[in-house]
């Protein structure tokens, strides 16, 4: 039973650049969240999203960030003109229902440079 | 004051030791928290939920205190692949979102 998928692993951009990372849910999980980790800093919160829907955005920087979660296909969050501060490690998870047990991928680990 | 607040070590404990990590949450409308592990930047992984009655999985012990707004993690019989970052993680009032502590660093050396 294959985990939550995350690709790249590793990515680099140069300033100004987009970064487009993905993400593929548990198999049966149809809810996805994305996680922003700062150098020495703690998880944050970034937006979920249902099939084809945003719920909660709450978390998203205002510009240049967005998020989709298609009806197939991976999730997928985009950053448009990437800046040196946005370097960070993107986690997804994913769960069954929400409220449910939230499992993580592996990450993609940004680099701008 | 910060969502979920930890202390962040770290601690170095001989192998054998027993160990103990706490966390406060400012939302006392919380309902849900959990223990997560995290390695060398990796991702996190659950360790256990905490539950009010206080709960115990193998040689791991968490207490939650609501009236304190306070979770505990007790590590018994500490394990040199004990080491890693223990991250206290609560979940919004809306099921949307987890909020994570900054985490607590161990140490296990033999």
């Known amino acids: 039973n294959a985990g939550v998928m995350q690709n790249p692993r590793h990515l680099v951009r140069r300033r100004g650049q987009e970064a487009r990372l993905r993400c593929s849910p548990m198999k049966g999980h149809s809810h996805v969240y994305w996680y922003r980790q700062l150098p020495e800093e703690g998880l944050k919160f970034m937006v979920y999203l249902q099939k084809e829907n945003i719920i909660d955005e709450s978390g998203m920087p205002k510009e240049r960030f967005s998020a989709e979660f298609p009806k197939e296909g991976p999730s997928i969050l985009r950053i448009q003109q990437v800046v040196r501060g946005d370097s960070a490690a993107y986690f997804c998870?994913?769960?069954?229902?929400?409220?449910?047990?939230?499992?993580f991928g592996p990450g993609t680990r940004l680099l701008v440079l | 004051r910060k969502e979920v607040e930890q202390d962040p070590g770290p601690f170095n404990v001989p192998e054998g030791a027993t160990v103990a990590f706490n966390c406060t949450y400012s939302n006392s409308a919380s309902q849900s928290f959990f223990w997560y592990r995290q390695d060398c930047r990796k991702e996190p992984k659950l360790l256990m939920s905490?539950?009010?009655s206080g709960n115990e999985d193998g040689r791991f012990t968490a207490q939650l205190n609501r009236a304190s707004q306070y979770i505990s993690l007790l590590i018994r019989d500490s394990k040199l692949s004990d080491s890693a970052t223990y991250l206290c993680v609560v979940l919004n009032q809306a099921g949307t979102a987890l909020i994570f502590g900054k985490g607590t660093t161990l140490s296990v050396s033999s």
């Open positions: 905490v539950y009010s």
């Open positions: 998870a994913s769960s069954a229902q929400v409220k449910e047990t939230q499992y």
